[in-house]
């Protein structure tokens, strides 16, 4: 039989923490990337590429799309960005939702773009590459 929360109670309390917290770090996520987004555009451009993932005719389009993606990021609602990542949501455990956003846009938009010839790796490997990036600027 499951535990029962009761109003007022310490777990209650807890649980209200936590939830809050991961609000907080998702908003502060976002708003840090309007700051830097040209630099992390191009810092996910250059090991995309570089690793393999993505091969394009134009890396400055795709840099370019990228920068537009992350733009999006910071303007878009909540409902928006949670409708963009609900299919890769399964990727990792505690994702980064600016990394999860933009693993989405890559995977969903990037292989559709005319420079693109080929997007290769799996869900996850792209999601790791670009975590990377994500996590050096944001730290």
Same mark, same amino acid.
Do not use: W
């Given at each position: 039989?499951?535990?029962? /929360?009761?109003?007022?109670?310490?777990?209650?309390?807890?649980?209200?923490?936590?939830?809050?917290?991961?609000?907080?770090?998702?908003?502060?996520?976002?708003?840090?990337?309007?700051?830097?987004?040209?630099?992390?555009?191009?810092?996910?451009?250059?090991?995309?590429?570089?690793?393999?993932?993505?091969?394009?005719?134009?890396?400055?389009?795709?840099?370019?799309?990228?920068?537009?993606?992350?733009?999006?990021?910071?303007?878009?609602?909540?409902?928006?960005?949670?409708?963009?990542?609900?299919?890769?949501?399964?990727?990792?455990?505690?994702?980064?939702?600016?990394?999860?956003?933009?693993?989405? /846009?890559?995977?969903?938009?990037?292989?559709?773009?005319?420079?693109?010839?080929?997007?290769?790796?799996?869900?996850?490997?792209?999601?790791?590459?670009?975590?990377?990036?994500?996590?050096?600027?944001?730290?």
């Amino acid at each position: 039989m499951g535990k029962v /929360f009761h109003k007022g109670s310490r777990e209650s309390q807890l649980l209200s923490r936590i939830e809050s917290s991961k609000e907080y770090e998702r908003r502060n996520a976002i708003s840090r990337v309007r700051d830097i987004s040209e630099t992390l555009a191009n810092a996910i451009t250059s090991k995309l590429i570089e690793t393999g993932y993505v091969e394009t005719h134009n890396q400055n389009g795709l840099e370019e799309m990228i920068h537009k993606c992350l733009e999006e990021l910071t303007r878009a609602d909540d409902f928006d960005v949670d409708y963009s990542v609900a299919p890769f949501r399964g990727i990792t455990t505690t994702p980064n939702i600016v990394s999860l956003y933009v693993t989405a /846009f890559v995977i969903e938009k990037v292989i559709n773009h005319k420079d693109t010839v080929d997007v290769y790796g799996s869900d996850e490997e792209i999601y790791v590459c670009i975590n990377r990036q994500v996590t050096k600027y944001l730290s």
